[in-house]
């Protein structure tokens, strides 16, 4: 997946559309971060009145004398109660503004995270097999779980403390400039070195954290793989070797993030020494003034208190324009997955389709993962409503393929699959694939119950008609013996049980479904002889009044068929109606 590189205003475009349902929320979540900036410009202000009008004789400040009756601002005492009391409401005041921003930071945040993983994965499940065999899923995974939650860092934790931190460190300059505009000049001397550091690694560390998603994402993979074919890599003895394929990409990845670390320690040392130097020469240049009388102490003391609080949000933005270059990072690469376009789209004037009758064509279809990699070439038959046709071929040969282009899984590359006389790529794709049962070779199950297992097929549907589905796969009997019966967990894939268990279940599914067209793709290859017969029953049950396709090597499965369609290298070679003579020949054969 190639992703794109975004500057920094395309990216901010794309957020700002992603956020905007959540406009008034961040709104919401900016002004009540922004009431810290009154608060910190008001912190010093206990400290200057306690050294200038109860240490010293300076009257209190003049908006205090304002407010306040005489009594309380020529009383030693009273003033400094006032300013003791002053710090104790600013305190408080700052920890419920910070627990109210906190609180809104964290709801904004986690559901703007929620909508754009949805989305995610909304779109990742439509995108056709084709991406999704050449690019496996970890990688997706990653995107969707790790990678989504770059939206909320920049729109809720990266923009709104960064534009708190401007507008403080803006009102900050205002207020210096006020007491001693030669410190205010002194103070800021330091800016356009922040600004050069900052700008020089911003662009280190979003290359940085590039590599690191890709390194992390492929150490995703690895574990991905192990542990998803975990009965092959103990029957091969390879833990081992498992294991170190992990370490290797593991140590790349920390590798990766030791240079970062070096990257970021390298730009915290130069920022800190820049912003120690601008501290040292306000001193100095501050106890002249106060020295020279142009300053008095309780002023220094209170440029000094503003003079912190000017260079923290100096730091506070070059951290943050560093820290946001890994969720820029993460953002290309949700976005990447995001712009991925679909095989297998819907035309915009798509035809609904309730029940198909069921007759099927192709007409010179192929298909190809590439144009070196021909899997169908020139394929044409005709399958009336109601009929089944066993499909047979060596393996490799397109028989798969061949009814995956029938549900639009894939599209062909060449040629018309008509189904009732109308191309399938007419009809709506969810009403298309709604026509279908499928019951695959290597049954799937989800890691929850039987039950619900059964229900996949139809959402809604009632205990009596899982049973009654049940019944009809030959499955009831075996579920009700188990302890929990149909709310028995069947584990990850269905492992908890065996695989003739899994098929009757998914044969079951199948009845549930009622579709008109069923196919059927290695039924019975992988279970024994007793559980074969059970299954072949429950199939002459399921392909009553159904056009059916069923890809076998066991000719016994296509006792019932009335047409066998030889596929071979992607051709079809053959066509032969079945009558029971040309079965007994060709178990003869056989």
């Not at 009102?171 to 800021?188: E, F, H, N």
Request: net charge positive; charged share 20%.
């Amino acid at each position: 997946m190639a992703d794109a590189k975004y500057t920094i205003p395309g990216l901010y475009q794309r957020l700002l559309r992603q956020a905007r349902p959540y406009r008034l929320h961040i709104v919401g979540v900016l002004l009540v971060d922004l009431l810290s900036t009154p608060l910190v410009l008001l912190t010093p202000l206990p400290l200057k009145i306690a050294v200038d009008s109860v240490l010293g004789s300076r009257p209190v400040p003049r908006f205090l004398e304002v407010l306040l009756p005489a009594a309380i601002t020529r009383s030693g005492t009273a003033v400094l109660a006032l300013a003791v009391g002053l710090t104790v409401v600013i305190a408080l005041l700052s920890n419920l503004q910070d627990l109210a921003s906190s609180f809104l930071q964290s709801y904004t945040g986690e559901k703007l995270t929620l909508d754009f993983r949805a989305q995610l994965f909304r779109h990742v499940q439509r995108l056709s097999l084709t991406y999704h065999d050449q690019k496996g899923t970890a990688d997706s995974a990653y995107r969707i779980q790790t990678d989504a939650s770059a939206v909320r860092y920049i729109a809720i934790d990266g923009v709104i403390p960064l534009v708190t931190a401007i507008v403080t460190l803006l009102s900050t300059i205002y207020v210096i400039s006020r007491l001693d505009g030669q410190l205010t000049l002194v103070a800021l001397a330091v800016s356009p070195v922040l600004f050069l550091l900052t700008r020089t690694f911003r662009r280190r560390f979003r290359q940085h954290w590039r590599e690191i998603k890709q390194l992390e994402s492929s150490v995703q993979s690895v574990v991905q793989e192990a542990l998803t074919s975990v009965r092959v890599v103990k029957a091969f003895g390879q833990e081992d070797r498992e294991e170190g394929r992990f370490v290797d990409h593991s140590a790349a990845g920390m590798r990766a993030r030791m240079r970062l670390m070096l990257a970021e320690s390298s730009f915290s040392l130069l920022n800190g020494l820049t912003t120690t130097a601008g501290t040292a020469a306000v001193l100095f240049i501050g106890v002249r003034h106060v020295q020279a009388g142009t300053l008095t102490l309780g002023q220094m003391l209170l440029v000094m208190g503003y003079l912190a609080q000017l260079y923290t949000p100096l730091r506070t933005i070059g951290r943050k324009v560093g820290s946001l270059q890994s969720h820029f990072a993460s953002a290309e690469r949700a976005f990447g997955l995001l712009d991925e376009a679909p095989d297998v789209t819907e035309r915009p004037n798509a035809r609904p389709l309730e029940r198909a009758l069921g007759s099927v064509t192709f007409r010179n279809v192929s298909f190809g993962y590439g144009k070196d990699r021909l899997v169908l070439d020139n394929v044409s038959f005709e399958i009336g409503a109601g009929t089944r046709g066993g499909i047979v071929g060596t393996t490799g040969a397109g028989k798969t393929t061949l009814v995956s282009l029938l549900t639009r899984f894939y599209d062909p590359t060449g040629g018309q699959i008509l189904l009732d006389g109308v191309d399938v790529r007419e009809y709506k794709v969810a009403d298309l694939r709604n026509q279908f049962a499928i019951v695959l070779q290597d049954t799937l199950l989800f890691s929850t119950s039987i039950g619900e297992n059964i229900a996949y097929a139809r959402t809604g549907a009632s205990a009596d008609q899982i049973i009654a589905a049940a019944k009809a796969a030959h499955a009831h009997d075996f579920i009700v013996r188990l302890p929990q019966g149909y709310e028995t967990q069947v584990g990850e894939r269905g492992m908890q049980l065996s695989g003739g268990e899994r098929q009757r279940i998914a044969l079951a599914r199948a009845f549930l479904k009622d579709a008109p067209i069923l196919i059927l793709d290695e039924p019975t290859s992988s279970v024994d002889i007793h559980t074969e017969a059970l299954i072949i029953k429950a199939l002459e049950q399921l392909m009553q009044g159904r056009t059916t396709f069923i890809i076998a090597h066991r000719l016994s499965t296509l006792a019932h068929c009335d047409l066998r369609l030889e596929i071979e290298h992607g051709r079809l070679v053959n066509s032969v109606p079945l009558t029971g003579a040309t079965l007994q020949e060709d178990k003869v054969d056989a």
